[in-house]
């Protein structure tokens, strides 16, 4: 049974460049959730997609956008690239009315902005 | 709002001794408690959560957690380290609701000496 999995595991871009980032949930999950984590810090929340809608929003800028699709998969987009948003993308997916919701994460994407 | 403070960033113990990574929340709403792992260059996987069931909770490799209200803390335990335990460990926190944000500490670096 595959969990998360996530493309690119490794980018490098520079300042003002935009960046997608893809994500395929676990089997069986219909929400995505990603994070933001940046060195030495713990997952910050970005968004989380539900029906292919934005259903919560973390506190980031409009840069940030993301869209998911009818097989539930998901992409990230941030536009005009700043060197602080050089982090590591973690992608989650839940299924959505099972208790907690658990998390299960992917390996991440590992963003470089020069 | 949900937030958690880890204590100690960093905890060295030496193989085979306990582990007590500490975790407090502050949460508006009966909370659901987790703790991840993460090892270098990968994402976060589940070691345990609480979901307002048991107040102690097992989870995997060894570790538990036990939900203490009075307190509001939800430390990690382990009675013998392993050098494999060597990671990042995040405590989260989540409220109710159909929204599965999870709000992260920054974390603790356990390290295992021999």
């Known amino acids: 049974d595959a969990g998360v999995t996530q493309s690119p595991t490794h980018l490098i871009k520079t300042r003002g460049q935009q960046v997608t980032l893809r994500c395929s949930p676990k089997s069986g999950h219909d929400t995505v959730s990603w994070y933001q984590q940046a060195l030495g810090q713990g997952p910050q929340f970005i968004f989380q997609?539900?029906?292919?809608?934005?259903?919560q929003r973390g506190n980031f800028p409009d840069r940030f956008s993301g869209h998911q699709f009818p097989n539930y998969s998901s992409e990230l987009n941030v536009n005009a690239l700043l060197l602080g948003d050089s982090a590591l993308y973690l992608c989650?997916?839940?299924?959505?009315?099972?208790?907690?919701?658990?998390?299960?994460f992917g390996a991440g994407s590992r963003l470089t902005v020069l | 709002a949900q937030s958690v403070t880890q204590l100690g960033s960093h905890v060295s113990v030496s193989e085979g001794a306990l582990v007590l990574l500490r975790c407090n929340y502050s949460?508006?709403?009966?909370?659901?408690l987790f703790w991840y792992v993460q090892y270098p260059n990968q994402g976060l996987q589940l070691l345990l959560k609480?979901?307002?069931?048991?107040?102690l909770v097992k989870g995997i490799n060894g570790f538990e957690a036990e939900f203490k209200k009075s307190e509001t803390s939800f430390h990690l335990t382990k009675p013998s380290a392993h050098m494999s335990d060597a990671a990042e460990y995040f405590c989260a926190v989540r409220g109710g609701g159909t929204a599965s944000k999870l709000t992260f500490g920054t974390g603790t670096r356990l390290q295992v000496t021999l």
């Open positions: 609480y979901t307002s069931a048991a107040t």
């Open positions: 949460s508006s709403v009966p909370p659901y």
């Open positions: 997609y539900y029906e292919e809608e934005e259903r």
């Open positions: 989650a997916s839940s299924q959505t009315g099972t208790g907690a919701n658990v998390l299960t």
